[in-house]
């Protein structure tokens, strides 16, 4: 794949954890070299969570370390911040004129999050659809890159597109494809939800060895095993689900001893605690070493911030042009 637009992006929520990279991030890194990578930081879209401004403003600048510190380069990619471009606001005003209330609160992730999250029902939050809708469709991207829970919203996306552009009779908005980062959502270390800094279920890049060695402890494995030298069940156990994400060597193997009873809940646990420790402590250097310079970080936002904004400016020209919808 070569010279695509790709419009990917999160919302400045939290920390980055390793449900993110598999999920998405380990695919931007991957085309950002020869297409057009935008990333998009959704801090409107945050904001509808009812989170502080301040706590927004601070998950901003540590996604984007976090972001750099994993592997986007910034002379490849735009990172950019949703409120800085204004006229996305405007993409989304005109798009709410074509979503009936319903088929937001249908869409399975929006309904999702607000049992999950205990998200109230207001209508930032239940349109963020249509805002991504803006998003995606001012930057005309070919592609978008996210997990699977945000595949609904990339559908409905698509529906609204197809409807602006049949209410207008023309083909101004292209449909988006989903590059998915893997085709199972990514559980967090209980087992039963999403991977969720808000659910308190995540192994972030930014742990020391002292909290992953918490966190791996507290993963769940086999609920019947009771006893080491018992049988267990590979299946379903987050110990062996995070073993294969991490491509470990040796998986195959260590699953055979496990279901013989062979070998301890404790063991390979630590197993799993040395190879993620690999994993996360070279990224977690590098962002505490990034925090160090935070000019750089924000000169980073801007640069993105302004390509970004000249594209969406034309597109929004062209289409209000192109609609009629230009009274002086
Ligand atoms: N909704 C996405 C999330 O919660 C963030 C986002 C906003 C996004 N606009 C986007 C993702 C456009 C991809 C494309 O993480």
Known sequence: MRNKVILTGDSPTGNLHIGHYFGSIKKRIKYQKKNKLFIIIADNQAFSNKRSISSINRNVLSIVIEYLAIGIKARYSNIFLQSKIPELSVFNTIFLNFVNYNFLLKNPTIKNEISIKKNDKNLGFVTYPVSQA???????????????????????????????????????????????????????????????????????????????????????????????????????????????????????????????????????????????????????????????????????????????????????????????????
């Open 134 to 328: 803006a998003d995606i469709l001012s930057f005309k991207a070919d592609y978008t890159i996210v997990g699977k829970d945000q595949t609904s919203i990339i559908e409905q996306v698509n529906i609204i597109a197809n409807r602006i552009n049949r209410f207008f009779d023309f083909s101004f908005f292209k449909k988006c494809k989903i590059i998915k980062g893997r085709k199972d959502i990514i559980l967090g270390i209980y087992g039963r939800n999403k991977m969720s800094k808000s659910l308190n279920n995540s192994i972030d890049f930014r742990m020391n060895r002292e909290f992953l060695s918490k966190t791996v402890r507290k993963i769940f494995t086999d609920p019947n095993r009771i006893h080491k030298n018992q049988k267990g069940n590979h299946k379903n156990n987050m110990v062996f689900k995070y073993l294969s994400l991490l491509n470990y060597f040796d998986i195959d193997n260590l699953k055979k001893k496990y279901s013989k009873g062979y070998i301890s809940d404790l063991s390979v646990k630590k197993i799993l605690e040395e190879e993620l420790f690999f994993f996360i402590n070279p990224i977690r250097k590098k962002i505490l070493e990034y925090e160090k310079n935070l000019d750089y970080i924000l000169e980073v936002i801007k640069n993105g911030t302004k390509v970004s904004r000249n594209l969406v400016i034309k597109t929004l020209e062209s289409f209000k042009n192109k609609i009629g919808f230009n009274f002086f």
